[in-house]
């Protein structure tokens, strides 16, 4: 196992800037160019929406686009999420009780890389990429099924019992 020691430092070189790094007294210089951040916004990720309607919501990435498009030059992710989420049941309830306790309401955003926060959990949620993509904000309709296919997605995992955590309101 390789141990890093915190001696990082930087130095410009006929005006390219390159970090050094010394491992266990051992020096490597990187160009910074080489240094590249992995890709863990991936579909599936669970993330946080920090502003705008949905701020505090539980939120799963659909497909993201980390180079941006040209009507969005910048990072961003189409995420489907709880808007309302499951109240409590218990053992006493009963079915009609139950299946009412037990509706989501869900909804459809393109969020900005700033505007999220990632989560260390993923949940797979099988999301009809066919039904829930960019098309839906340009058609009322198609955005209303979008949400629909989202809703029942999340309460088939719902009932599953699985990835509780998704599916209780965030305290803060």
Request: proline letters at 3%; charged letters at 30%.
């Amino acid at each position: 196992m390789i141990s890093f020691w915190k001696q990082y430092w930087g130095s410009k070189n006929d005006g390219s800037l390159q970090i050094h790094v010394s491992v266990c007294s051992r020096t490597k210089t990187l160009p910074l160019a080489d240094i590249t951040m992995g890709k863990f916004l991936k579909s599936g990720k669970v993330v946080l929406v920090l502003k705008g309607k949905y701020a505090g919501r539980k939120a799963v990435i659909v497909k993201n686009y980390d180079e941006g498009t040209h009507d969005r030059p910048y990072g961003h992710a189409l995420v489907a999420g709880m808007d309302r989420y499951p109240r409590r049941v218990t053992a006493r309830m009963g079915k009609k009780r139950l299946a009412k306790r037990s509706k989501v309401k869900a909804f459809v955003k393109v969020c900005n890389y700033n505007h999220i926060m990632p989560t260390r959990y993923s949940v797979d949620v099988p999301l009809d990429k066919g039904l829930i993509n960019k098309d839906v904000f340009r058609d009322p309709a198609l955005k209303r099924k979008a949400k629909r296919e989202a809703k029942l997605k999340f309460e088939e995992r719902y009932k599953t019992g699985k990835n509780k955590w998704f599916f209780q309101k965030l305290r803060f």
